[in-house]
C-alpha cells in the first residue's frame, strides 16, 4: 500500500522520539563511565610510583579470596536496598536520587553495561584508594588513621551529596577494614565490584517492578 502524503510528513510519536534522541546521550554516559573509572587504574600506577606504594602490592589471585570478596558484598548490597525500602530522615534525598536522576540515567541498560561499569569501579577505585592512598597514609600516620583518612577522602571523591559522601566514606572504611582482615586487595575490588552491580541492578531492573505493584 502506497504511503498517503499525511503519513509520510507526520513526525514520530513524542514518545519514540525521546527514546531515540536520548540513546547517544546515554551511551556518552556509559562510555565515560568506564573509561572515567578505569582511568583511575594508571592514575594510581603513576601516584604509586610517586609514593613508593605500588597499588597492586597486596594483590594475589585466588578463588578463595575472591568468593570471600563477594560475601563482603552482601551486607552492602543488604543495607543499599534497606536504604531504599525504608528511607529515613537525610536518606529520603539519596533515594530520590537515586529514582529520579540515577535510575532514568541508566534505565534500559543490560546487564553486561553493568558488569563494565561495576568492574571498571572496583578496580579502578581499589587500586587508588586502597591499593595507593591507604597504604600510603597507614605507613605514614598508622593503619587506622590511615584507614580513616582515605575513607575520608573516598567520600569525598563521591560529592553528589553531604548525605551520599557519608554512605561514600562509610563504604570506604567498611572496604579498608576488610583489606586489612584479608590482606588481599582482589578481594575488596570483588566486593566493590559486586556491589556496585547488585546496586546498579536493583535500582533500574527490580525496583521499578517493585515501586509498580
Same mark, same amino acid.
Given at each position: 500500500? /502506497?504511503? /498517503? ?137 598508622? /593503619? ?70
Amino acid at each position: 500500500m /502506497t504511503a /498517503t502524503p499525511d503519513d509520510q510528513d507526520s513526525p514520530p510519536d513524542d514518545e519514540s522520539f525521546e527514546a531515540h534522541d536520548d540513546r547517544p546521550a546515554r551511551d556518552v554516559v556509559i562510555i565515560f563511565a568506564v573509561f572515567f573509572e578505569a582511568g583511575l587504574a594508571p592514575l594510581s600506577v603513576f601516584l604509586g610510583w610517586l609514593l613508593s606504594a605500588p597499588p597492586l602490592a597486596s594483590f594475589r589471585f585466588s578463588l578463595q579470596d575472591a568468593a570471600l570478596g563477594v560475601l563482603a558484598a552482601v551486607p552492602l548490597v543488604l543495607l543499599f536496598v534497606a536504604m531504599l525500602r525504608w528511607p529515613v530522615g537525610p536518606l529520603k534525598r539519596v533515594e530520590s536520587f537515586c529514582d529520579l536522576e540515577a535510575a532514568p540515567l541508566f534505565a534500559g541498560r543490560s546487564w553486561s553495561e553493568f558488569a563494565l561499569i561495576s568492574l571498571s569501579a572496583g578496580v579502578g577505585e581499589e587500586m587508588l584508594f586502597r591499593g595507593v592512598v591507604q597504604t600510603s597514609l597507614s605507613a605514614w600516620i598508622g /593503619t587506622q588513621p590511615g584507614v580513616v583518612v582515605a575513607s575520608l577522602l573516598f567520600g569525598l571523591f563521591h560529592p553528589i551529596s553531604f548525605t551520599y559522601m557519608v554512605l561514600a566514606a562509610v563504604l570506604g572504611l567498611y572496604l579498608g577494614e576488610f583489606l586489612i582482615f584479608n590482606q588481599n586487595l582482589l578481594s575488596v575490588m570483588v566486593a566493590h565490584a559486586v556491589y556496585d552491580l547488585a546496586a546498579l541492578g536493583y535500582l533500574v531492573k527490580i525496583r521499578p517492578r517493585f515501586n509498580a505493584s
